[in-house]
Nanobody, 124 residues
C-alpha cells in the first residue's frame, strides 16, 4: 500500500513558479512510477507528467513541456513537480499518482494509488 499526500499548491500570478510535492507513505513507493495529473473545473482529468521508479525516464504533456519538470527522491519517499512560467490555463487541482506499471500512470488508467489533490490557481 502507498498513501500519497500532495502539498505546495497556492495562488500565484502568471509567470510565477511553484513546486508541488507528493509525500508517499509505504515501503513500495520506490518501486512505483509516479505521475502528476490535473483537473480544471468542468474538464476531465488530464495527464501532466510521469517519471519511472529510477527517476531516469520522464514524459510530459505537450502543454507543459519546457515549463514543468518532474523529479523524485526515493530516499525521502517524495516526488516533485516544478512548475515554471505558469499560465492561467494551468489552474486546476493537481493530483499525484503512483503505480508499479509506468504505462498505467502515463495513461491515467488502472492506477493503484492517488493523492487527494492540491489546488493551483494562476491569476492573469
Amino acid at each position: 500500500q502507498v498513501q500519497l499526500v500532495e502539498s505546495g499548491g497556492g495562488l500565484v500570478q502568471a509567470g510565477a513558479s511553484l513546486r508541488l510535492s507528493c509525500a508517499a507513505a509505504g515501503r513500495t513507493f520506490s518501486t512505483c512510477a509516479m505521475g502528476w495529473f490535473r483537473q480544471a473545473p468542468g474538464k476531465v482529468r488530464e495527464f501532466v507528467a510521469v517519471i519511472n521508479w529510477a527517476g531516469d525516464t520522464t514524459s510530459y504533456a505537450d502543454s507543459v513541456k519546457g515549463r514543468f519538470s518532474i523529479s523524485r527522491d526515493n530516499a525521502k519517499n517524495t516526488g516533485y513537480l516544478q512548475m515554471n512560467s505558469l499560465k492561467p490555463e494551468d489552474t486546476a487541482v493537481y493530483y499525484c499518482a503512483a503505480d508499479v506499471n509506468y504505462w498505467h500512470v502515463t495513461a491515467g488508467n488502472k492506477v493503484d494509488y492517488w493523492g487527494q489533490g492540491t489546488q493551483v490557481t494562476v491569476s492573469s
